[in-house]
């Protein structure tokens, strides 16, 4: 008899072969709850698809022929999901023993609560910085450009990374990096697909925490659960970059389109 998983395991992957592998090892090892893993290769053509199936046949593969981007690879992998809840991870994460089972926990504890995320750790096991307040409407200027010129690292965006929270409790935040978030399975049918017309990187995560707000329910940091992420720093980039007015642009329409929510009492306890 089938066993009916009770995550979905969801990694969109573009030319990052060793680190699903890795992570899948890592899921292997220390789930500790039936789960099933959907990975959507990105026309990688790095060999992923293959290496996957060959060391992980139980695992779905999904091999697109052209590169489209993480919102697309996320919402085709809407469509698979058998399990209670999803679990998004990047690629190049290591899933800690009980994290799985601390995020399920803390959403089948509390009926409030509509995503979660666990503690973000470098690969030496020092703190990443993955819950966030709500962003200042001139953080881009604050962050690159003359301003950033003048004062690199200005205490408005010292506040929106929370770098005054000690990491070590579980509250509720505005939204949680995308490299490890999860939410039950039925949250599309309330909040819809992830948006098309975002595509710069974190502005989907952002946007997919706001719905989650405005749905009523709470995105809650669970310390309990810990992730390792292999994540590098980017270099600071001119505001004038492809990749920087991409930025701009999915900002100041993520600013338009939760317009209403920056000042809503619900992110109040959130934003403190």
């Known amino acids: 008899m089938k066993v009916v998983p009770t995550v979905s395991v969801v990694i969109v992957a573009w030319r990052a072969r060793d680190h699903v592998l890795r992570c899948l090892e890592s899921l292997e090892r220390d789930a500790g709850l039936a789960y099933e893993a959907i990975i959507v290769d990105d026309g990688s053509g790095d060999g992923t698809p293959d290496a996957v199936r060959q060391r992980?046949?139980?695992?779905?593969v999904i091999a697109k022929t052209a590169n489209e981007g993480l919102v697309a690879g996320r919402n085709t992998a809407l469509e698979q999901v058998e399990a209670r809840f999803v679990l998004m991870l990047d690629a190049d994460t290591i899933v800690r023993p009980g994290a799985l089972v601390a995020l399920v926990d803390m959403l089948e504890r509390d009926t409030g609560v509509g995503l979660v995320g666990p503690k973000l750790v470098y690969p030496d096991g020092a703190l990443q910085l993955s819950c966030r307040r709500y962003p200042p409407p001139l953080l881009p200027f604050l962050r690159r450009g003359p301003l950033a010129r003048l004062r690199p690292d200005p205490p408005a965006h010292r506040r929106h990374l929370m770098e005054d929270f000690d990491h070590a409790s579980a509250r509720p935040v505005v939204w949680v990096a995308g490299a490890a978030q999860m939410w039950r399975s039925d949250l599309p049918?309330?909040?819809?697909?992830?948006?098309?017309?975002?595509?710069?990187?974190?502005?989907?995560?952002?946007?997919?925490c706001l719905r989650v707000w405005e749905a009523g329910l709470r995105v809650v940091y669970v310390p309990q659960a810990t992730v390792e992420h292999v994540w590098q720093k980017v270099t600071r980039r001119s505001l004038y970059g492809k990749a920087s007015r991409r930025a701009l642009r999915d900002h100041f329409y993520l600013q338009w389109k939760h317009r209403g929510l920056r000042c809503d009492p619900i992110l109040e306890r959130a934003n403190r």
């Open 56 to 60: 992980f046949p139980a695992a779905r």
């Open 189 to 208: 049918r309330l909040i819809g697909r992830y948006d098309a017309r975002v595509s710069s990187y974190g502005g989907e995560d952002l946007d997919w």
